[in-house]
């Protein structure tokens, strides 16, 4: 029973074949492109795996209505805007496939395949542009009633004032949000009209002080998002990624310490930084197709 | 297949027998006494009733170890202090029996049973003294990975900057847990030094202006943290039960306009009054006693 896992990515295209065991029997990197393309590119892969794929997931960039599988909007590969990626790639390939948004691929490889290896009860923070949050159960995300859940980077736990993209005030992410840290530190009077996370890093690191308060209060948002997520959700470990946390000593420490501090009846959870990189999208995706299609084939092979 | 729950009060003690499809068999109110008194008092509720009980579920009120069943602390029925009552109860009464945390029991039985019936998925506030909250995903509670899910009474959302009982600063429960709002309504000057909730309701109807203001920093709290339970949970419906929600008009109902009118990204669930009164500590440790012991027993007669 092996499936394979698309990541289709903004610029490129990451394919993985695994076995009903989760291990990689094959993978491969492809330029992205439209969805005839991307058929076309999955049907060579294929030809040079030593095992047919039974079904595969494909992830999306942007918003998905789930119980279609059309894409709502994709703001990098707007040619999906309105289409059913799957139902097309499963016409061009002869084998059932299933749609995923990228970041639940993606927590799902952390939680299951990556740092969250062994733990049942996984939260993954994505700390990237935006902030992407998935509380992983038993392998599988916790979507809410409406799609929703999840959502730690749109609880305000900042006291900057500042209005968020959603329309709140004080949201984690413009604490956090990779431009949002270089916003504030502008907010804070540095030159610099659009530093990057890592360059408030780097600047904090040789002693600017106007950078080390914007990370110290990044830290102590993400502080109290933790403890907020401990209050709400009481996850046995929390994964953290995306190019915020390549800094942890100046970010994710800090914020876990600052957690530690001023916890009462919170068991703040362990935390530990992502680990699968840039394959965790197609990890994630593979392992949806395998979640999915087992159980259906299952039932087709019925008497 | 009928099982019997037992609400294990301070001053009473709730029986109530259910057949297999939940429908009530049998019920009584008894005394409160030590487990000796509270066997003999099944006894003989469990001899009028035409069915025998097949399992059962006693709620403690108080902490609980869920592995082990023993009571860490129970405030008002200290004999039960390290003790595992299930176990000496099912010595008493000669069938299998399970402890359940008396809010979890009423938050299982609300979201199934009552205002929560025909909805997979429900976030419970009950608003006491305390202000608990679970979150009740397809009838069982998430309780997180160390039982402490669901505390949306000590998410911090009010700007009262006042240290609550858990320690952290401007909690939920400082702006609307029932003695609480008799405390913020003396912090602005009233001269009752112990009104209730009831007290500070009563004088806001009469036009008294420090009570309104008390009465609107308690619902702009509880609309935050609705918005919370929205960002990181997303229930399909809240339930909101408790001694504070007898004047929803106060505090229910503009708390629920101002999560509207804050919305960002935010799906406000519908949000509705606990329905099932006292009783609902009963009919839910019922369903657990049925959830526990049907599972055990078709092991148990597997050839």
Same mark, same amino acid.
């Given at each position: 029973m092996s499936a394979l896992g698309i990541d289709y990515g903004g610029t490129h295209t990451k394919l993985l074949l695994v076995d009903e065991g989760g291990a990689v029997l094959s993978r491969e990197t492809v330029p992205t492109g439209t969805l005839a393309e991307l058929g076309a590119s999955v049907r060579r892969f294929l030809e040079t795996a030593s095992v047919a794929a039974q079904s595969f997931a494909v992830t999306v960039a942007g918003t998905l209505d789930p119980s279609t599988g =059309? =894409?709502?909007?994709s703001a990098n590969l707007p040619w999906l805007d309105g289409v059913a990626p799957a139902e097309v790639l499963s016409e061009l390939l002869g084998i059932p496939g299933v749609a995923v948004q990228d970041g639940e691929a993606g927590a799902i490889a952390e939680a299951r395949f990556g740092a969250g290896r062994g733990s049942d009860e996984v939260f993954v923070i994505v700390l990237g542009t935006g902030i992407a949050g998935a509380h992983v159960l038993s392998g599988s995300v916790q979507r809410g009633a409406h799609g929703g859940a999840g959502e730690v980077g749109h609880v305000p736990v900042a006291d900057n004032g500042v209005t968020c993209s959603c329309g709140q /005030?004080?949201?984690l992410e413009t604490a956090i949000g990779g431009q949002q840290v270089g916003l504030r530190w502008r907010d804070r009077g540095a030159e610099n009209q659009d530093a990057s996370a890592q360059d408030v890093v780097a600047a904090a690191a040789s002693g600017d002080e106007a950078a080390v308060a914007v990370l110290d209060d990044a830290a102590r948002a993400l502080g109290r998002a933790i403890l907020n997520v401990s209050a709400? /959700?009481?996850?046995?470990l929390i994964v953290v990624g995306g190019g915020v946390s390549r800094s942890p000593e100046w970010t994710v420490e800090p914020a876990v310490a600052y957690a530690r501090e001023n916890?009462?009846?919170? =068991? /703040?959870p362990e935390l530990r930084l992502a680990s699968l990189g840039v394959w965790a999208g197609a990890h994630g995706a593979a392992a949806v197709a395998a979640d999915t299609f087992v159980g259906a084939r299952a039932q087709a092979h019925r008497p």
């Open positions: =059309v =894409v709502r909007r /005030v004080g949201c709400l /959700v009481d996850p046995a916890a009462t009846f919170h =068991v /703040v």
